[in-house]
């Protein structure tokens, strides 16, 4: 199962990315809305922890636009007050965790799938770990495997893909997420690059712009409104 075990010494992301077999990180794509229902779908249907456990993983970064590094530092405690799923949630990296780069991001609404999600697995989470009381479960990994450790970036990897692969559908990697949601909150934000840059944690707004790609409806949008502007 994946997560629940140590990777080989000889197996590194960089391997992970630059093998043929594999997406390259540089490659960021925005996945389709037909991508998205089959992998949810592959995953709704099979049943298992790592596959309930990858699904969440994949929700907290299309739904926030984590980095794979702060969504697998996250513990119960960032976003169970102990009845529900927080409202916001502060991302950090394990070695940020005490710094002053970080950021608060929303976890919406209560009818929102990502709050759906978060709250099953917490409770799964308690209840199987045998987590009690807040001194528990406040630093217990929110990504956890079946031993209670955090799971590695490069086992959550290889699932990803192999899920992708049992999916039917073109690999995508957990950069390729966040890139889909900075696009989607520049969309939905009618193009403000200031809250994008504030909600993806970049502090250069040149970075954030590599994550906005012209899309085609919306350039069909853009050709309809030329098209029909009066000729002078």
């Excluded at 950021?103 to 987590?131: E, F, H, I, P, Y």
């Excluded at 994008?196 to 050709?223: C, W």
Aim: glycine share 6%; with cysteine.
């Amino acid at each position: 199962m994946y997560g629940d075990h140590k990777s080989s010494k000889s197996m590194d992301l960089r391997n992970i990315m630059t093998d043929k077999t594999y997406i390259r990180a540089s490659r960021a794509r925005l996945l389709t809305p037909n991508e998205h229902a089959a992998f949810t779908r592959y995953c709704c249907r099979t049943s298992g922890d790592a596959v309930e456990r990858l699904f969440v993983l994949y929700s907290l970064i299309r739904y926030t636009g984590l980095r794979i590094g702060e969504a697998l530092a996250l513990t119960v405690g960032d976003v169970w007050d102990g009845y529900d799923i927080r409202r916001t949630l502060t991302a950090h990296t394990s070695k940020q965790r005490n710094a002053k780069r970080q950021r608060n991001l929303s976890l919406c609404s209560d009818r929102d799938a990502l709050r759906t999600r978060l709250k099953q697995w917490v409770r799964k989470t308690l209840k199987n770990r045998g987590l009690a009381g807040p001194e528990q479960w406040q630093s217990y990994p929110l990504i956890n495997t079946t031993t209670g450790r955090t799971v590695d970036r490069v086992s959550s990897t290889h699932q990803l893909y192999e899920t992708c692969d049992r999916a039917q559908i073109a690999r995508f990697s957990w950069h390729d997420l966040r890139h889909g949601y900075g696009q989607e909150l520049y969309d939905h934000s009618g193009g403000d690059t200031e809250l994008v840059t504030a909600a993806l944690g970049h502090t250069n707004p040149a970075t954030t712009r590599k994550y906005l790609h012209p899309t085609v409806d919306r350039l069909h949008e853009l050709n309809i409104a030329i098209s029909d502007r009066p000729v002078k």
